[in-house]
């Protein structure tokens, strides 16, 4: 029997299925109160950055009399939101938040008080507000008298709003992007054949999620090795109607990093308008510039300091440079170099590795290139791991737990 011709275009159906495990967003009759506020607020992923995610369902006995959820900077929260869809019934009612309520003023009120005034009964909180700015609400609507619980910290409900929110916390604590690491590869590990063929490698169900990551990540970086062999546009390619939400789609920032070798100003990250940014050492800050000096003014090149090795641009430094941009979730792409000089530094989140039944053979080009380690003690390991079939591949996910050799090599960084 013939291998199957697989498209290069990607399928479309509608919508795409996010792994959540509190629930679909698409099913309002989820028997959790919790898991339904935290679907909810999943809607607004890659959306509402800087601010988290959110989500409310306000209960009156067993029947939801309201709900909502923050979609986008400077919009109503997702308290004000579910108050506002519940009216007079929301008078007596269990609030189910999947966030401390806000207890300041910042583009919107206190969601604190909102509850408060609208006689709210009960407050049930996944998580408490880690933000100096923000937190607090707990405090002042048990001093009005409400019920406020808040899940333990090692239950279902604080870990799936920590899973929620993990891109969030991390650019709220660490102060820099979340870096999630994407990698499509064979069943021997390689992302591409001897002659650096890689379309395709994985089957469509797989790069419609892909894309769909596109969309919820604020940007998407690359090496600019990938820009030179492969000339990727770099967006999402779905439909809306493909998307597991209302909200329209909204194309990531591209951020290329490159070495000395300039780009050429015919790719197409560089012709269709969209946002692109060029990160590059100091010292080839100007030959880039002048490369791409007749694109228009949406690319943009930056310097930022360089590892003293080889030149190319200090992963830390461009993390920091993004976290200016407001930058909370990362989605790096590519190439092998660019995830090992992520990985190597300590830096990468999560990796979701799509595992496709093909084998590529041994001279094909591998998917990862960090540092060797001379023990299994040592090497990087995932935690949290997940994994499901997406169409004929094998999709695995999971935090990145650094290894022991890391973490003695950041100590000892002055």
Known sequence: MSEPVISESIEAETPIALPYPWGDPGQPDNPSPMGRALSLAALARGHCHPNPMVGCVLMQGDATVGE????????????????????????????????EPCNHWG????????????????????M??????????????RQA????????PDSQEARWARQLNERWLTFLQAK?????????????????????????????????????WRDSHEAILVGANTVRQDNPSLTCRLTPEELPGPLPIRQ????????????????????????????TGEAHYRRHRQALATVGPQVEVVAVASTRATGYPDPEAVLHCLHERDVVGLLVEGGPTVA??????????????FVAPILLGPQGLPAFAQADVADPAAAWRLTEVETRAVGRDILLSGRVKASPRTLQAGAAAP
């Open 68 to 99: 909502g959820w923050h979609r986008a900077r400077g919009t109503a929260h997702a308290e004000a939101v579910a108050l506002a869809a519940a009216g007079p019934a929301a008078r007596g009612a269990t609030a189910y938040v999947t966030l």
């Open 107 to 126: 583009h919107t009120p206190p969601c604190a008080q909102a509850l408060i005034q609208a006689g709210v009964a009960r407050v049930v909180v996944a």
């Open 128 to 141: 408490a507000d880690p933000n100096p700015l923000a937190r607090g609400g707990a405090a002042t609507l």
């Open 145 to 152: 008298g409400i019920q406020v619980d808040v899940a333990h």
């Open 176 to 212: 820099r992007p979340f870096v999630h690491l994407k990698v499509a590869m064979s069943l021997d590990a390689r992302v591409a054949t001897h002659t650096g063929a890689s379309r395709w490698i994985t089957g469509p169900a797989a790069r419609r999620l892909g894309h769909a």
């Open 252 to 279: 990531p920032l591209r951020v290329i990093l490159a070495g000395e070798r300039p780009l050429p100003a015919t790719a197409r990250v560089f012709q269709d308008g969209g946002p692109t940014l060029v990160i």
């Open 340 to 353: 090992a000089t992520f990985l190597d530094a300590g830096l990468v989140d999560r990796i979701s590795a």
